[in-house]
């Protein structure tokens, strides 16, 4: 077993981050040209080679996110070389997550930096160690990275949705089978039907302000001003005038004659 090389393991951990960036950006661009070539089959109605070049770009797309989650370690390691540095025969605490995770996931990617970062990583730390991360013991390995590992066939319902998003983004017409959308696009439709219904009710309804006659406090227009300057002054109120002190002063003429019958009366009644 060669000795730890402290400046070896770190050029190795910066070769390793550069060829997994490198990786990715390469699997990208395939991606993109997968993407065109299933959005022409739908385009010509061969939906079921779309629905089989789907699922492998799906599973391109997982191991991508597996070299993301290992470049991911491989800049933590070197950000916490003097751990990994330290003279002892399991890995620190702040380490143990991303040797682990390098060790048990570096065999299932095809890069030769990686391969030999592994082989530096289980030679420090030994067999026993290896064998266990090997067989993920105490679940030593990320749970992301097992996720990614695990091979599995993708649900129609993901293929579907997949199907969909490149459709949409090439703009071709193609949705799945009890596609959600298509619910939601026709219930809008109803919904934007009775509110066409309703605008009828509302012009009826709702603004009467142009029926009701305008109240006596507010201004005329222009029209009803001219109007009212051809028309004659209208007179005043008609007011009972009071009586005048000189006035009450005199006797009325019926309140003459009253006296003058009472006075006949009374003289009749003396003869």
Known sequence: MPPWNASKAKIQLRLSVQRL????????????????????LLERGKVETARVKVEALIHEDIHVELLE???????????????????TREPDIG?????????????????????????????????????????????????????????????????????????????????????KDSDSAEGGAKDSGSDADRKPADSLTGNTSELRPQASGTPPIDGDLQESKDLPAKPPPYTSAKPSKSSSASPEPAEDEFDVLAKRFAALKKR
């Open 95 to 179: 380490v143990k997550e991303s040797v682990c995770s390098i060790i048990h996931a570096a065999p299932r990617t095809e890069l030769k930096e990686l391969h030999v970062l592994r082989d530096i990583l289980m030679h420090k730390y030994g067999r026993e160690f290896s064998i266990a991360v090997m067989e993920n013991r105490d679940s030593c390995v990320s749970d992301r990275v097992m996720r990614k590992i695990d091979i599995a066939t993708p649900s129609p319902e993901l293929v579907d949705a997949y199907l969909y998003e490149i459709a949409k983004g090439y703009s071709i017409e193609w949705t799945p089978p009890n596609h």
């Open 69 to 87: 989650l290992l470049e991911l370690y491989c800049e933590l390691l070197l950000a916490r070389f003097g751990l990994l540095d330290q003279n």
């Open 21 to 40: 960036k490198t990786l990715q950006q390469k699997k990208d661009a395939q991606a993109k040209s997968t993407r065109r070539d299933i959005a022409t």
